[in-house]
């Protein structure tokens, strides 16, 4: 079946360096992308990666291995502003997204 | 597993036409229902919140008697979109607010799919 694993929540504390991690299993593999999403609002889009590697973009930095189906988001420079859900979410060969549970990351000062 | 889905997952339609997406919450009930719109590599933009038993709220910008929202009971929502036109060509998503097993949390969304909708 279509899997995709991520921490429920994670803590950490401001100004620091938060990694969430994700792992999936989709039938076929057209990219993972990963949102950001406040209580409340609309997920916003951080970052999309198709090919291995790193992909920076000011403080957020996206990770992606398909050959371990892995990814992983990483925040540096850690604000308050930051705590929120963050969404992890592989499209399939149908061009279907699979959703991730959503890790809660709260900022403590 | 999946919580919520949608059917279909693509459709192409020709100009003109109505097009019925549905969104079903699996094994629970979904008191909220979301629907988004995608475009390609951008954040999703909530097109209307939808309560069950009553009219859906729309956000500023979409226009309710283009996007038809019915949720007519708890595991299910539909959206339709009449007379689509090629700009209406989009990823359309859904997501369903359930309390949560885990924390019993009922902030939690699951988000479906996606219905990917072509208009010729």
């Known amino acids: 079946g279509q899997n995709i694993d991520q921490p429920t929540e994670m803590t950490a504390t401001e100004g620091a360096i938060v990694q969430i991690n994700c792992t999936y299993q989709?039938?076929?593999?057209?990219?993972l992308f990963w949102y950001q999403q406040h209580a409340g609002e609309a997920p916003t889009f951080l970052s999309y990666n198709v090919l291995d590697g790193l992909e920076e973009k000011g403080r957020f930095s996206s990770f992606l291995s398909r050959s371990k189906g892995y990814s992983y988001l990483l925040l540096k420079e850690l604000q308050m502003k930051d705590s929120a859900s963050y969404l992890c979410?592989?499209?399939?060969?149908?061009?279907?997204?699979?959703w991730g549970a959503g890790t809660k990351l709260i900022i403590k000062p | 597993g999946a919580v919520v889905s949608q059917h279909p997952s693509w459709v192409i339609c020709k100009s003109g036409t109505s097009v019925k997406i549905e969104c079903r919450s699996l094994?629970?009930?979904?008191?909220?229902m979301f629907w988004y719109r995608q475009f390609p590599k951008q954040s999703l933009m909530l097109m209307a919140t939808?309560?069950?038993?009553?009219?859906?709220?729309?956000e500023q910008g979409v226009e309710k008697d283009k996007f038809l929202i019915n949720h007519a009971s708890l595991t299910l929502s539909t959206l339709t979109v009449t007379s689509a036109h090629p700009e209406d060509s989009s990823f359309y998503i859904c997501?369903?607010?359930?309390?949560?097993?885990?924390?019993?949390?009922?902030?939690?969304?699951?988000f479906g799919p996606g219905t990917r909708l072509t208009v010729l």
């Open positions: 094994d629970f009930q979904a008191t909220t």
């Open positions: 939808s309560n069950e038993g009553s009219k859906a709220t729309y």
């Open positions: 989709t039938s076929g593999f057209n990219g």
């Open positions: 979410a592989s499209m399939d060969s149908n061009y279907q997204l699979i």
């Open positions: 997501s369903a607010k359930i309390v949560d097993p885990r924390t019993e949390s009922t902030d939690t969304q699951y």
